[in-house]
């Protein structure tokens, strides 16, 4: 069982940076393949970014590569993104999420999801 929380999301002028965290409780977090999605209102939850349970591989959306960078610190059971160069389209609520089985960019690939962090991105 994992627990995860996300914070630091906020409002950001265009062009501004914000850095997600997301915080794991329970046991094995370093067996997990490690995930960002986020949902717009009226549209599904995309996937953004994932990272292999060592780190050393990252997954990107074509939507965010070259701005976000996904990383993660194990022995601190946590899980960052950071987001540069935001534009209004990635307004959304930003879930972390954790999965047992091998690398997914389909939510429903995930067993473990946090409640959410909201970041919208002015004009």
């Known amino acids: 069982q994992v627990q995860l929380v996300e914070s630091g999301g906020g409002l950001v002028q265009a062009g501004g940076s914000l850095r997600l965290s997301c915080a794991a409780s329970?046991?094995?977090?370093?067996?997990?393949?490690m995930g960002w999605f986020r949902q717009a209102p009226g549209k599904e939850r995309e996937f953004v970014a994932a990272i292999s349970e060592s780190g050393g591989t990252l997954y990107y959306a074509d939507s965010v590569k070259g701005r976000f960078t996904i990383s993660r610190d194990n022995a601190k059971k946590m899980v960052y993104l950071q987001m540069n160069s935001l534009k209004p389209e990635d307004t959304a609520v930003y879930y972390c999420?954790?999965?047992?089985?091998?690398?997914?960019?389909?939510?429903?690939?995930?067993?473990?999801w946090g409640q959410g962090t909201q970041v919208t991105v002015s004009s």
């Open positions: 999420a954790a999965s047992g089985g091998l690398y997914s960019s389909i939510a429903s690939s995930y067993e473990y």
């Open positions: 329970g046991r094995a977090f370093s067996s997990y393949i």
